[in-house]
């Protein structure tokens, strides 16, 4: 349980004990759901961050080695190249993108876009469209600690 203050926490599970529930207090919030939560004491915000899914992301598509990108995204509009390659990876294309879509939607905003536009072609993947999910992992492969405030 999160709360403004500890007072207006300890006053919540006093309310709660008092109706008949029992409750375990086990300290300090600092994970859930693969997010871990820091807390900043100076200006009491806290930082989100996924680090752990995307070493898994990256591991999985074998690019631990990677040069990094300073864009999660091309310049160059991303369409169905219908006359394209297909997918010829040995990862599994809609698993990675359901990956990036779960980290875009909890602590990584800043790659939405790039997520939501080769999330299109999960049915039926060409090699462009690889290559674009390539260039959002190795934008995250730079920003791994980075996370949302």
Aim: charged share 25%.
């Amino acid at each position: 349980m999160s709360g403004k203050t500890q007072g207006v926490i300890d006053d919540f599970v006093d309310m709660l004990r008092s109706r008949g529930f029992v409750l375990d207090i086990e300290g300090p919030f600092e994970e859930y759901l693969g997010i871990k939560f820091k807390r900043n004491g100076r200006d009491d915000t806290i930082e989100m961050t996924q680090k752990g899914l995307i070493t898994k992301i990256i591991a999985t598509m074998g690019l631990a080695d990677c040069k990094p990108n300073i864009s999660p995204a091309s310049q160059i509009p991303l369409g169905k190249d219908e006359q394209g390659l297909p997918m010829s990876e040995s990862w599994n294309y809609p698993s990675i993108v359901g990956m990036l879509l779960y980290l875009s939607t909890n602590t990584r905003p800043d790659i939405s876009f790039a997520v939501s536009q080769v999330g299109r072609f999960s049915s039926a993947p060409k090699q462009s469209h690889a290559k674009a999910v390539k260039t959002i992992v190795r934008y995250l492969a730079g920003t791994t600690d980075k996370g949302m405030i």
